[in-house]
């Protein structure tokens, strides 16, 4: 079946520095990639999504780069800030009825002043 | 600007009672689903639907049922609540297409005692 793997359960960094949370998936079919964001206490809301091979997207400053050669999509941003503290998920669809979402277990970040 | 609530914010439930929950979107969109969040298994989904009248199971339906009567509402239903089933539980709306993005609700605390 399809599946999404976060690798990095809690990801700690200082303000400032650069950060790239992994996201690798498996299907059989043509794939669109999601990361969404959920802050504290709040419900999950779009950052960014991809279906094209090879090309960077981005969003809000973060910026991801499908490779379907690997299946990848990890998210990357090159200097955080302390509102970027947010659980990140890495979600995997494709065209069906109802279009599902397949998500990964979430990556927490917390950034430092 | 989408739309999608959800009631009650907050329920305590007694195990062995059934519990509703409700969900509206005013975005007209066809697609609606329901999660559950947990730590450690991020967003997972239960039921979905693409229309009015239809309802689908999606990777975790024992134990709840769903029933959309319009293309606004979509309800989660445990007709025997257990304590397992205490969780932050999420309904999302979504357009057709792969590339769709799923706007979430709030959410529902649930505490089955």
């Known amino acids: 079946g399809d599946s999404v793997t976060q690798t990095e359960g809690l990801v700690t960094l200082t303000k400032g520095l650069p950060v790239m949370l992994n996201c690798t998936y498996q299907?059989?079919?043509?794939?669109?990639l999601f990361w969404y964001v959920q802050h504290l206490n709040e419900a999950p809301k779009l950052l960014l999504k991809?279906?094209?091979?090879?090309k960077r997207t981005e969003h809000q400053g973060f910026y991801a780069t499908l490779h379907k050669s690997s299946s990848s999509f990890h998210l990357q941003k090159s200097s955080v800030q302390l509102s970027d503290s947010a659980l990140y998920f890495c979600?995997?669809?494709?065209?069906?009825?109802?279009?599902?979402?397949?998500f990964g277990i979430g990556t927490r970040v917390l950034v430092r002043p | 600007e989408a739309a999608v609530t959800q009631s009650p914010r907050n329920k305590v439930a007694v195990t062995g009672g059934k519990v509703t929950l409700s969900c509206n979107q005013t975005?007209?969109?066809?697609?609606m689903y329901w999660y559950r969040q947990d730590t450690g298994h991020g967003l997972r989904l239960i039921h979905y639907?693409?229309?009015?009248?239809?309802?689908e199971k999606g990777d975790i339906p024992d134990g709840y049922k769903a029933s959309r009567p319009s293309q606004e509402n979509f309800s989660l239903i445990l007709e025997l609540a257990t304590p397992s089933q205490t969780s932050v539980y999420f309904c999302?709306?979504?357009?057709?297409?792969?590339?769709?993005?799923?706007?979430f609700g709030p959410g529902t605390r649930l505490t089955v005692l």
């Open positions: 999302a709306s979504g357009d057709w297409g792969g590339a769709a993005e799923q706007f």
């Open positions: 299907t059989t079919y043509s794939p669109f």
């Open positions: 991809s279906s094209t091979d090879n």
């Open positions: 979600a995997l669809s494709f065209n069906s009825a109802g279009n599902k979402l397949t």
């Open positions: 975005n007209n969109h066809n697609n």
């Open positions: 639907s693409y229309g009015a009248g239809s309802t």
